[in-house]
């Protein structure tokens, strides 16, 4: 991946001081969890948001996104005062957060780029809120706790940007380890890390539909959860949220009208099927991937409505090429991409295999690449 580094000396007279790497995500399993208590298990990949930064003494926080050249800034001692547009607002959110922390800000130039694609449903806007915590963390000479810095980037997404997402993205890119994926269980915030087996990759196969999570299919779906809770609470008062349900009361669930009955059954079923792939993981049974993996897509169709089309054809392009385990959507859904665990020797002919199906069933290109399961966000000194 090209260095942001010579941009940001031809922008700004200078070297940066540091240079932070902020990886996209793939979800494995858990889908639509997250903002309904539930379970996920994300885990980081190689291609990232990179950001070159260091102090100014103007005072103010000045970024030039590579992608959209355009240059943006805002004051740091008043970061809300000019609300800016598009993907700086991300940005901004975040300055915001870290000041209603008492966390004094200081001038910061950020020259932001990376390979990380924008819209595929990996990621990008965590990746880009948490790189910025950490470069204007730099700055200000404070270090937040991974897990606050995540709480505080979700926070800007939901509450400045206006994106009702759960916490699971910004989890991942804060927390994840290398060779593992990430356990969270988005109640208690409690976390757990579980080694990939080394010979599988983790391939993402984008349909090159793309899709926002401000498109409000997303929220339908929050306010159809909510709403299957509160007519459950008329007969279980004590179910907070659909994390609350267990298989066992499927049978109140199927009494729902159409369509919370669906949304409320994907949600159950799905935090089994987190469990089961944490075990399956853990005890090195692959072979039950595949179902697995399918049981969630097949509900996140038929019972969420969130597939489309072309990630059901990407699915079965995936499924049936060489050294597959196991492929579902991965993410909100509405387009965007697949996520196919893949045996690591098998992987180019996979690939090659997957964009043939796929161009097949849809005349459509795609994009596709491998990735291990990489570390969360860091910075490191130039
Ligand atoms: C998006 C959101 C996440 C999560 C997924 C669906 O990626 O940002 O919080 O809800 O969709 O699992």
């Known amino acids: 991946m090209t260095s942001p580094a010579p941009l940001y000396r031809e922008r700004f007279g200078r070297p940066p001081e540091i240079l932070i790497t902020s990886p996209g995500r793939v979800n494995l399993i858990?889908?639509?969890?997250d903002y309904n208590d539930g379970l996920v298990l994300p885990a980081a990949i190689n291609r990232a948001i990179v950001v070159a930064a260091g102090l100014n003494d103007a005072n103010r926080i000045r970024l030039y996104a590579a992608a959209f050249d355009a240059p943006v800034e805002f004051p740091a001692t008043a970061p809300a005062e000019v609300p800016l547009a598009g993907w700086?607002?991300?940005?901004?959110?975040?300055?915001?957060?870290?000041?209603?922390?008492g966390v004094i800000l200081r001038g910061v130039d950020a020259v932001i780029a990376g390979d990380l694609p924008i819209g595929s449903g990996l990621s990008s806007s965590a990746?880009?809120?948490?790189?910025?915590?950490?470069?204007?963390?730099?700055?200000?000479?404070?270090?937040?706790?991974?897990?606050?810095?995540?709480?505080?980037?979700?926070q800007a997404e939901v509450e400045f940007v206006g994106v009702p997402c759960g916490i699971m993205d910004q989890f991942a890119v804060s927390l994840c380890r290398r060779g593992h994926a990430l356990f969270l269980d988005c109640r208690?915030?409690?976390?757990?890390h579980i080694p990939l087996p080394a010979?599988?990759?983790?391939?993402?196969?984008?349909?090159?539909?793309?899709?926002?999570?401000?498109?409000?299919r997303y929220a339908d779906r929050r306010h159809e959860c909510e709403a299957a809770v509160r007519l459950l609470q008329a007969r279980r008062p004590a179910m907070a949220s659909?994390?609350?349900?267990?298989?066992?009361?499927?049978?109140?669930?199927?009494?729902?009208?159409?369509p919370l009955r669906g949304r409320g059954r994907h949600v159950v079923t799905e935090n089994v099927r987190v469990i089961e792939t944490a075990r399956a993981l853990e005890s090195g049974d692959t072979g039950r991937l595949r179902e697995i993996f399918l049981a969630s897509h097949h509900s996140l169709r038929d019972d969420y409505g969130v597939s489309s089309p072309e990630l059901d054809a990407m699915v079965a392009a995936a499924l049936e090429a060489p050294g597959c385990l196991a492929a579902r959507l991965t993410g909100a859904g509405f387009g965007g991409a697949v996520v196919?665990?893949?045996?690591?020797?098998?992987?180019?002919a996979f690939l090659k295999a997957v964009a043939r199906g796929y161009r097949r069933r849809t005349n459509r290109t795609g994009t596709y690449f491998t990735s291990q399961a990489t570390g969360g966000a860091e910075a490191t000194a130039t």
Request: proline share 5%; glycine share 4%; aromatic share 2%.
């Open 30 to 33: 858990g889908e639509h969890t």
């Open 88 to 101: 700086a607002r991300y940005a901004q959110g975040v300055a915001i957060q870290l000041a209603a922390r």
């Open 127 to 154: 990746a880009l809120e948490i790189a910025m915590a950490l470069a204007l963390e730099h700055a200000a000479g404070v270090t937040v706790p991974p897990r606050e810095r995540a709480l505080l980037c979700h």
């Open 188 to 192: 208690s915030l409690d976390t757990h």
């Open 199 to 216: 010979d599988v990759v983790l391939a993402v196969c984008d349909t090159g539909v793309r899709r926002s999570l401000q498109d409000s």
């Open 242 to 258: 659909l994390r609350d349900v267990t298989p066992d009361d499927l049978p109140l669930v199927d009494d729902l009208p159409a």
């Open 340 to 348: 196919a665990l893949v045996c690591r020797d098998r992987q180019d």
